[in-house]
């Protein structure tokens, strides 16, 4: 059996060690001490970096000008391109529903300024009958004098244009259903087919005398105004937002409108005169409009009433607006946005009965 042989061992020396352990300096030492020099230099403010030369600025002021104008030019070319297939559907939608829409317009136009030009006398047609101008379904528009002098002032007014006393007072709306509590909604297209979106934004049917401003807000994305506005869009996003627009009074207003208005046998009209001491004094509270208080005071209105099958007119009159509005009841509220609209539904109303009374008298001459 062999012994064992036993080694020393042998320690490794401590200065060694830590040399192995410390990072090793790349380059020469005086080539790295004096980058380190020069880096204090330029911290401190003692040195300077050399300045670029000049073209090279310039140059580059130019390539960066030349990449904007190009890029502007792509960009803008882009954008007239999405306002030419916004511009080519309008025309579509011009030329296959705008035949239908616009000379109903432009009829209607022409009847309220011929009626706002001249003062008319009393005329009533051999033929005219208050029960069919009553129940059969009708257009109706109410304007101040004032805004039926030119087609644009009427197409602007129209379009804020509601049905008030006069026209619950006169027409009585049997054929179309009880008005139901319906969805909500911010324009037609959110309500279902045959509903409409009224000022309340409440989905409604629409219940005769069928208020012009739907044709009006159908026509509306045909106007020289809308594409104007389209023209000086100047962002995708914004002719985005008229592309939009355009579809969705095509998919609910236009037909609703060409529906109703095709259903229609009589159109009226109303042209509100201001009194010569002018416009009431506003009532506190009472959050009315021009329109709304001119309706609340003694004034003359101008009726007019054509047969849209025949073009003829009706009745033409001119009559002075004015009721008595009395309380009853132990209650009676006194607010007043409740007292505004109670008198300008009793002037309504004695503007209604003077219609009606018009048509009436007419009807025995039939029958002789």
Request: with cysteine.
């Amino acid at each position: 059996m062999l012994p064992l042989i036993s080694r020393p061992v042998l320690s490794e020396n401590p200065l060694a060690m830590r040399k192995r352990d410390e990072p090793r300096e790349r380059g020469l030492p005086s080539l790295n001490e004096a980058r380190d020099e020069r880096r204090r230099a330029i911290v401190f403010g003692r040195a300077r970096m050399p300045a670029l030369p000049t073209y090279f600025w310039l140059w580059l002021a130019v390539g960066l000008a030349t990449f904007g104008v190009v890029y502007w030019r792509i960009e803008q070319g882009r954008l007239e391109s999405r306002k030419s297939a916004v511009m080519a559907k309008q025309r579509a939608v011009a030329s296959s529903l705008g035949t239908k829409l616009i000379p109903f317009r432009d009829r209607m136009e022409r009847w309220v300024q011929e009626l706002a030009s001249v003062r008319p006398d009393d005329f009533t047609a051999d033929d005219a009958s208050f029960e069919r101008v009553s129940r059969q379904p009708g257009v109706y528009l109410r304007l101040q004098l004032s805004e039926a002098r030119t087609a644009k002032d009427i197409r602007k007014a129209a379009q804020v244009s509601l049905r008030d006393g006069f026209a619950s007072c006169l027409f009585v709306d049997a054929l179309s259903p009880p008005a139901q509590p319906g969805a909500r909604c911010r324009t037609t297209s959110d309500c279902e087919s045959g509903f409409l979106c009224d000022e309340y934004q409440a989905c409604v049917r629409p219940r005769h005398p069928y208020n012009t401003r739907l044709a009006y807000r159908a026509l509306r994305v045909l106007s020289s105004e809308w594409t104007d506005e389209l023209h000086q869009a100047e962002s995708a996003l914004a002719v985005q937002a008229y592309d939009r627009d355009l579809a969705a009074v095509v998919r609910s207003d236009v037909p609703l409108a060409i529906e109703l208005l095709s259903r229609a046998k009589y159109f009226t009209a109303l042209l509100d005169e201001t009194p010569p001491a002018g416009l009431p004094a506003e009532l506190p509270d009472a959050g009315e409009s021009d329109a709304e208080r001119l309706q609340r005071t003694a004034h003359p209105v101008r009726v007019g009433i054509w047969d849209l099958s025949t073009g003829k007119p009706v009745l033409r009159l001119r009559r002075v607006a004015s009721g008595q509005a009395l309380a009853v009841g132990e209650r009676v509220v006194r607010t007043p946005q409740t007292v505004s609209a109670a008198q300008r539904q009793a002037n309504n109303c004695a503007l209604a009965l003077s219609v009606k009374d018009a048509l009436v008298r007419a009807e025995p001459a039939q029958t002789q």
